[in-house]
């Protein structure tokens, strides 16, 4: 192990129990592992911004590309420092432009990812379920599949009753649709319970594979330095 | 006496001033006093006695409201005040034109307002309260009947008035309603102020008649009116209360003083405790190891899908992970990318997480066993910025979106190079064997599945997208994999999949490590909410019967 | 500049991307790179705002003395280490490395290792409530899940995988799809206020 290997253990090790100090309750020295984790993360985050996106595809161009490149390049470069004046609450006006354009590229990114990427393949999906012959259910039970089938189909609206977006009525008695459409959004309360529940479960998941890596890191830390001091049995 | 204050800046002039010797304003109100000659009538009824007490017109009700009447003065804007005055002149100059100068309709007026104001005379509380009870009018004035009766308590009205001048409360109900209001004195002549004769234009002669040659035609200074904001002091409080909560939005606020050592913290520490405790014990002995689990389908799919790669295949393996989360990704994508590296895949790795492409030289150095070299097995083309916006962009040009690698070398194939061996002839997405997703994030993972899947739909396309996912993204990735056709094409998610792939391989040390601990540290976990639940539930409950009952009882 | 010239970017610049994702045109499918680029552009210029004013901000509370101003002085001095290091090395550098692999990897992932305590802890706390089906359900199948997940001491208790595997594939792809479908929804409303102007989150 070199000295550099050694000194990372060592940091390693003293910020690991920095942060599990937290248990105790939030303590100066959490809070300084954790301001240390944002200079860090910030660090690198914003060399990797400069390294890998506004050197090779802003600053190459312009100094090194192609009439077109060059004009191509241009547009960003204004852009780019409109939206650098949002740094200055004086000047962030200037940075609405820019802004406008993001948020418009990024609108249109959401929508249309969401309509062919989700909407219409999950309807699709969902409308298939009881297509037992393309599902491959030939060598599965049928009955089993159809039950399944329906389970979902019917988890699947029940859930989107519950997220229906409606103007409630301003009449005394909720009409026969409204009723029937709570009605259903109560068993789809259910269904998203259970999925939470899952996902609970698969982030607690997570949590633990994260505890054991650390909890082997301290160990075979500590582990050299208590062997010396062990009895030989 | 002596002096007189300003209403505009506020500060003290000589009584015998026009005008203000700061600021230009007039101190006389520019208003019309009737000649000696003409019938106290022509006083307006509603002048209250006081405004006569002194030439400055100083009575207390007009004191009161001299806060108001100096405000408004710096509060509107100019030409509204320099409008006002010239409004008040306009009936003036109407009321003294000649009557051959007016309409017929026009010059019965005051004949009829004359005879009027002759027929009703002067009522002796008015002449009290205009302060001419001493001075006898012009003109014999007639008294009515009802008014001729001396008052209950005449006296002691008289009595009062010269003790404390007069008090608003003492005006009659029904004449509270014409009492002037702060803009008043600019009609009421102020009794005892030199008047000026009118010596030039039509009106010559005439006194008290509003003078345009002194005023409007005299050069002067232009009047420089005060900037300073003049507030009341409730104005004031209001303003400091503004500013404080402006203030105090950008400041931090100190933490609420914590009680000492609380149930909460007893009980966050015994989890701790016996949570790690064990988790601990388990790493520390290694006497957990447990069989691997089973594949299951998607599993099963992956590994399917990696077989059937042809040699050489171009695979494109997305880092899109946190480091934080890096132990389970590590554990969950070892066994699947070794197999990968195993079948000689050529892989080109992105991310859109800045610190992915770091994530992604750290794990293919830990994975031993295979020499993968940097711009010959693997090209690392970096980093994607702007999430579903980078990966759009990405997906429609790869070569646009990222010309070079993360060590600026250029890595596609052009005329002018050949480009990287793991890139050759690769142009577009669907040019890739596999696509390969490690992610940890659900809207992650869906942002990839929305926005690459779709151009894989293409006709003759064979690229296949894989996903290795966090145990949280299963459930959000299922619904993708379980569609008909599929939109993911397998996947493997968490420790648990990672280990079903070591063991569908055979290889993958490290989920093999994780899988003892990890399986005993989530079933301590499941107990520990469970019977701590229970328990504080039951210590809830029992504490809550005694207040149920005692309520009751009550 | 007034507002309707952002609308109308905003506007233009989606409806042209949008336009994309359904007709093939050459023209149409040039110009949306080319505004996808600039995008991805201005995404990493806005990261670099972002991380300007995190330094801006904890410059002026070390200047200022404020409370905790210490803390302030720890984040900047990281972060100028950190920005030299990685900037004149490079990323992939060893001494990058080594910052990436010894400073950051260890205090994330123990971040994410004490959610084990503070998950458990919230789920015993949830206990405390006032039981209801949804509550019930909700646990139920966290702690189902959290056992049948793991190796259960090496202990095969029957139907308890086949019962993980049906809740994965049943009831939870019921309610993720049915999540999904209602978050494409939002999505697709929220993108199109944006799209046609009616909400307007780069100001004006």
């Known amino acids: 192990m070199s000295i550099a290997d050694l000194v990372g253990a060592i940091l390693g090790f003293i910020f690991t129990l920095l942060v599990f100090s937290y248990i105790i309750g939030d303590n100066p020295l959490f809070r300084l592992a954790i301001h240390i984790f944002i200079g860090v993360a910030a660090g690198f985050a914003a060399i990797m911004a400069v390294n890998n996106v506004l050197l090779p595809r802003l600053m190459i161009p312009l100094l090194d590309g192609s009439r077109d490149e060059r004009i191509l390049a241009l547009v960003p470069m204004v852009l780019g420092w409109l939206l650098l004046t949002k740094i200055s609450p004086r000047l962030s006006p200037f940075g609405n432009l820019p802004v406008a354009f993001l948020v418009g590229v990024g609108a249109a990114a959401a929508v249309g990812g969401a309509v062919t990427g989700t909407l219409f393949p999950q309807a699709y999906a969902s409308i298939n379920l009881l297509d037992l012959q393309s599902a491959g259910a030939i060598d599965t039970s049928l009955g089993l599949m159809l039950v399944n089938g329906v389970i979902i189909l019917i988890g699947t609206l029940a859930t989107l009753a519950y997220f229906h977006f409606g103007v409630s009525s301003r009449t005394q008695q909720p009409s026969q649709v409204q009723v029937w459409l709570e009605g259903l959004g109560q068993v789809g309360q259910a269904f998203i319970a259970i999925t939470l529940g899952f996902i609970f479960a698969g982030i607690y998941s997570a949590a633990m594979v994260a505890l054991i890596e650390r909890l082997y890191f301290l160990v075979n830390f500590v582990k050299p330095l208590l062997i010396p001091l062990l009895p030989s049995s | ?554 | 500049m007034k507002a309707p010239f952002y609308v109308a970017i905003a506007m233009a610049i989606g409806l042209i991307v949008l336009l994309g994702y359904f007709l093939h045109l050459d023209i149409l499918v040039n110009l949306r790179i080319v505004l996808l680029e600039w995008a991805v552009i201005l995404s990493a210029v806005a990261l670099l705002v972002g991380t300007a004013n995190l330094f801006y901000v904890h410059w002026r509370k070390f200047t200022t003395a404020q409370p905790n101003g210490f803390y302030s002085a720890v984040l900047i001095i990281s972060f100028v280490i950190t920005l030299v290091v990685v900037g004149w090395f490079g990323p992939t550098h060893a001494y990058s490395m080594w910052i990436f692999n010894n400073i950051q990897v260890p205090i994330e992932g123990s971040l994410m290792a004490l959610l084990t305590v503070l998950l458990a802890f919230a789920g015993v706390r949830l206990f405390r409530r006032k039981p209801n089906l949804i509550s019930i359900l909700f646990i139920g199948t966290a702690i189902l899940i959290l056992f049948a997940t793991g190796p259960l001491f090496g202990i095969n208790l029957p139907g308890l995988s086949e019962l993980r595997a049906w809740i994965a594939q049943v009831p939870a792809v019921a309610g993720a799809r049915g999540i999904l479908l209602g978050v494409a929804l939002g999505t697709i409303a929220t993108g199109l206020r944006v799209l046609m102007g009616a909400d307007r989150p780069y100001g004006g």
């Not at chain 2, 009575?59 to 409004?87: A, Y």
């Not at chain 2, 008040?88 to 010059?107: F, M, Q, R, Y």
């Not at chain 2, 929305?450 to 966090?470: A, R």
């Open chain 2, 1 to 554: 006496m002596g002096e007189i204050r300003c209403p505009m800046c506020g500060k003290s002039n000589p009584a015998e001033s026009e005008v203000c010797q700061f600021c230009q304003a007039r101190l006389i109100p520019l208003v019309f006093s009737p000649a000696k000659s003409e019938p106290p009538e022509s006083v307006p009824d509603e002048i209250p006695a006081g405004i006569d007490a002194a030439p400055t017109g100083e009575s207390d009700w007009l004191l009161d409201l001299r806060p108001d009447e100096s405000i408004p003065g710096e509060e509107l804007p100019v030409d509204f005040v320099v409008g006002g005055s010239e409004d008040g002149n306009a009936p003036l100059d109407e009321t003294h034109t000649s009557a051959d100068d007016v309409p017929d309709w026009l010059a019965r007026l005051p004949g009829e307002w004359t005879k009027e104001a002759e027929a009703e005379p002067l009522s002796d509380w008015l002449k009290m309260e205009t302060g001419e009870t001493e001075q006898p009018p012009s003109k014999p004035a007639e008294v009515t009947d009802w008014l001729s009766q001396p008052l209950p308590d005449e006296g002691q009205v008289e009595n009062t008035e010269s003790e404390f001048e007069l008090a608003p409360g003492e005006f009659p109900s029904w004449l509270e309603v014409f009492r002037p209001v702060g803009d008043e004195p600019q009609t009421v002549p102020a009794r005892g102020t030199p008047e000026s004769i009118e010596s030039s234009g039509p009106l010559a002669g005439l006194s008290g008649v509003l003078s345009a040659e002194p005023d409007h035609a005299r050069p002067r200074k232009s009047p420089t009116y005060s900037l300073k904001l003049r507030v009341s002091a409730n104005q004031r409080t209001h303003a400091d209360l503004l500013q404080g909560l402006i203030e105090s939005e950008g400041r931090a606020q100190p933490l609420p003083q914590r009680r000492g050592i609380s149930s909460q913290h007893v009980l966050r520490w015994a989890i701790a405790c016996v949570l790690w405790g064990a988790v601990l014990w388990s790493v520390i002995t290694g006497k957990q190891e447990a069989p691997l689990p089973a594949y299951t389908e998607e599993t099963a799919e992956v590994n399917r899908l990696i077989s059937q790669l042809p040699g050489e295949a171009r695979v494109l393996l997305a880092f899109d992970y946190e480091p934080g989360l890096s132990a389970e990704m590590e554990a969950a994508a070892t066994a699947v990318v070794d197999h990968l590296m195993l079948r000689g895949a050529y892989l080109t790795l992105v991310s859109t997480s800045p610190t992915g492409p770091i994530l992604a030289e750290r794990f293919l150095k830990n994975q031993t066993g295979h020499h993968y070299t940097s711009e010959v097995n693997y090209v690392n083309l970096g980093y994607i910025p702007g999430g579903a916006i980078g990966l759009l962009g990405f997906v429609e040009n790869p070569q646009r979106m990222l010309p070079y690698t993360l060590d600026m070398v250029a890595a596609w194939e052009s005329e002018a190079q050949p480009g990287l061996r793991a890139l050759q002839g690769v142009q577009r997405m669907n040019d890739f064997e596999m696509l390969m997703v490690i992610v940890d994030d659900p809207d992650l993972a869906r942002a990839w599945v929305e926005q690459v899947q779709p151009q894989l739909n293409e006709p003759d396309t064979l690229t296949s997208l894989v996903m290795v996912t966090s145990a949280q993204v299963e459930a959000v990735m299922r619904p993708y994999f379980e569609a008909n056709p599929r939109q993911v094409h397998g996947f493997v998610f968490g420790l648990r999949g990672g280990a079903a792939y070591a063991q569908l391989t055979g290889r993958g040390e490290l989920p093999r490590t994780y899988w003892g601990p990890y399986g005993f540290g989530l079933v301590v976990a499941a107990l520990l909410i469970l019977i701590g639940g229970l328990v504080l539930s039951s210590v809830s409950l029992l504490a809550r019967s005694p207040q149920v009952k005692g309520e009751a009882n009550q």
